[in-house]
């Protein structure tokens, strides 16, 4: 099967600044998806982004499928942003999402 | 309302005993998916169902029954409890479409099992 990887493991961050994160895939996928996992367990949808790029408010998402990479976007971090950041990809039409080891957010205020 | 919800949202419980853990979708979606969160909130699939239909079972030990009454339900059956089935387990739907393309996977709040 695939191999997803994510970078970096963990991240601070003061309030206000930009990060981005990364997401390897072993292999090309359909279906690529970014989550945050709030402090309360939460998986909350980001984006669904098999290719190109997308935004939504402070956060973007680009996909490049050819490279077999993703990239997350936050700026102006706020400490709501906190959490694990997943991504996930499909890559055998079945719905069965791979996912990353996660990014550890921690924004202080 | 909930997109995908789950209950009990909290389970604890004597090693040997048997529960169930329910989810249900108001999505519409034709495909649910069970996924365990370990305790390094590694997050792995575990089954998933189209129309009632299973599609995907992982290398899941045969304790783990899932059971879908409808396409709107799949629900979690664990017999024989051991220490290591503590975790979160989350019930996720989406609509798969033609060609097997799946689409976003919209995931419930877990129901975090604790094993003594």
């Known amino acids: 099967g695939i191999q997803v990887e994510q970078s970096p493991p963990d991240l601070i961050l003061q309030e206000g600044a930009n990060s981005t994160l990364r997401c390897n895939f072993s292999?090309?996928?359909?279906?690529l998806q970014w989550f945050h996992q709030n402090p309360w367990g939460q998986l909350i949808n980001l984006f669904y982004i098999p290719s190109g790029t997308k935004q939504n408010g402070r956060l973007s998402a680009t996909t490049v499928a050819t490279e077999r990479y993703s990239l997350l976007y936050i700026s102006s971090s706020q400490t709501t942003d906190s959490g694990v950041y997943f991504c996930a990809g499909d890559s055998s039409n079945t719905g069965k999402l791979i996912f990353g080891q996660g990014t550890t957010l921690q924004v202080k205020p | 309302d909930t997109a995908v919800s789950q209950t009990p949202k909290y389970l604890v419980t004597q090693m040997g005993n048997d529960k169930s853990i329910k989810c249900e979708q108001n999505?519409?979606?034709?495909?649910m998916y069970w996924y365990k969160q370990d305790s390094k909130k590694f997050l792995k699939i575990m089954f998933s169902y189209n129309n009632k239909e299973l599609i995907i079972n992982e290398t899941v030990p045969n304790r783990f029954s899932p059971k879908s009454p409808d396409k709107a339900h799949l629900n979690l059956h664990i017999n024989s409890l051991e220490l290591g089935d503590s975790a979160v387990y989350f019930c996720?739907?989406?609509?798969?479409?033609?060609?097997?393309?799946?689409?976003?996977?919209?995931f419930g709040p877990g129901t975090r099992l604790l094993v003594l």
């Open positions: 292999d090309s996928v359909n279906n």
């Open positions: 999505l519409g979606h034709d495909t």
């Open positions: 996720a739907s989406s609509q798969v479409l033609a060609g097997g393309h799946g689409e976003t996977q919209y």
